[in-house]
């Protein structure tokens, strides 16, 4: 991985598809242009250099990730490396994890029964019913 110096620069949506917070480049340019990228408490740019020391907040559906950045790199690599390159505050793992339990909360048990295509036994239980109907 090509680390950052001063003499080496790395954009943002670089950095972003680097870490492995967006697939493609273009995905974390759009993110980035739609306001869901905050360097530093100030919407940014996709061209804006990336510094270490910067705090990137990403929105992405309801989640939201307050990072710091450690290395920077322009690269992509392996998930175990792309995970130097920042710190996740504590603050924000704590809040990540207690939104995705109330949203776990909220879901309706999952009862199979309700959706989907009926089964070959329940179908021929319909159309059996149906025919006492026309008779």
Same mark, same amino acid.
């Given at each position: 991985?090509?680390?950052?110096?001063?003499?080496?620069?790395?954009?943002? =949506? #670089?950095?972003?598809?680097?870490?492995?917070?967006y697939k493609?480049?273009?995905?974390? &340019? =759009?993110?980035?242009?739609?306001g869901k990228?905050?360097?530093?408490?100030?919407?940014? #740019?996709?061209?804006?250099?990336?510094? @270490?020391?910067?705090?990137? +907040?990403?929105?992405? =559906?309801?989640?939201?990730?307050?990072?710091?950045?450690?290395?920077?790199? =322009?690269?992509?690599?392996?998930? &175990?490396?792309?995970?130097? @390159?920042?710190?996740?505050?504590?603050?924000?793992?704590?809040? +990540?994890? #207690?939104?995705?339990?109330?949203?776990?909360?909220?879901?309706?048990?999952?009862? &199979?029964?309700?959706?989907?295509?009926?089964?070959?036994? &329940?179908?021929?239980?319909?159309? +059996?019913?149906?025919?006492?109907?026309?008779?």
């Amino acid at each position: 991985m090509t680390s950052s110096t001063a003499e080496h620069p790395v954009r943002l =949506d #670089k950095w972003l598809w680097a870490a492995r917070y967006y697939k493609t480049r273009s995905l974390a &340019s =759009d993110a980035i242009n739609g306001g869901k990228v905050h360097v530093n408490g100030a919407r940014a #740019k996709p061209s804006r250099t990336v510094r @270490l020391g910067d705090e990137i +907040r990403i929105t992405k =559906d309801i989640y939201q990730f307050i990072i710091t950045v450690i290395a920077a790199s =322009d690269t992509r690599g392996p998930a &175990s490396v792309a995970t130097t @390159l920042y710190a996740e505050s504590a603050q924000s793992q704590q809040a +990540r994890l #207690k939104l995705a339990e109330q949203v776990r909360a909220q879901q309706p048990a999952n009862s &199979s029964s309700d959706h989907g295509k009926p089964s070959k036994k &329940s179908r021929r239980q319909i159309i +059996r019913f149906l025919r006492q109907d026309h008779e």
